[in-house]
């Protein structure tokens, strides 16, 4: 059920079109779902979709094993870490980490340095390392995502 609730909010992000911009962010609001994202200059993506519940997700650019579940660590550039599990899903062509602990990241991330994302830390001791800014993410937060 959650991963058929995730490719719908998915798929009416990629076909909606009322978004807007904000800092770094495109926000997008559609009927039952609202979803946020940034997406940094590696083409990696770093998102929160809401449709009844919502989570975080992070398409890397670089294809995860699908079906598998990890761990992914959070850094920001003020020092502070969280380390949660992440379930690699495809949606058509992609391939995204859905996050658990929406309301820890939430918490994490309120701040307008970056954070520093490292997937799959128990398969592959040596991953890649991808960051995104977090300016705006403040804003959208407490607009739109504050009572989820």
């Known amino acids: 059920m959650f991963l058929r609730l995730l490719f ?21 609001i559609g009927g039952s779902y609202k979803n946020a994202h940034t997406i940094n200059n590696e083409d990696s993506e770093l998102g929160i979709t809401c449709k009844d519940i919502c989570f975080y ?12 579940e990890d761990l992914t660590l959070l850094l920001t550039s003020a020092g502070n870490t969280l380390v949660v599990k992440n379930k690699c899903i495809q949606h058509e062509s992609a391939y995204f980490y859905v996050l ?12 307008n340095g970056r954070v520093f994302l490292v997937n799959d830390l128990i398969q592959k001791p040596k991953s890649r390392v991808v960051s995104h800014s977090m300016s705006g993410f403040d804003s959208i937060v407490e ?5 989820p």
């Not at 992070?58 to 079906?67: G, R, Y």
């Not at 658990?100 to 701040?111: F, M, N, R």
């Open 8 to 28: 719908l909010s998915l798929a009416f992000v990629s076909f909606s079109s009322r978004s807007n911009p904000i800092d770094e962010w495109k926000l997008t």
């Open 57 to 68: 997700y992070v398409n890397p650019s670089v294809n995860c094993k699908k079906d598998s």
């Open 100 to 111: 658990d602990s929406y309301e820890e990241i939430t918490e994490l991330l309120k701040t």
């Open 143 to 147: 607009k739109y995502f504050k009572n």
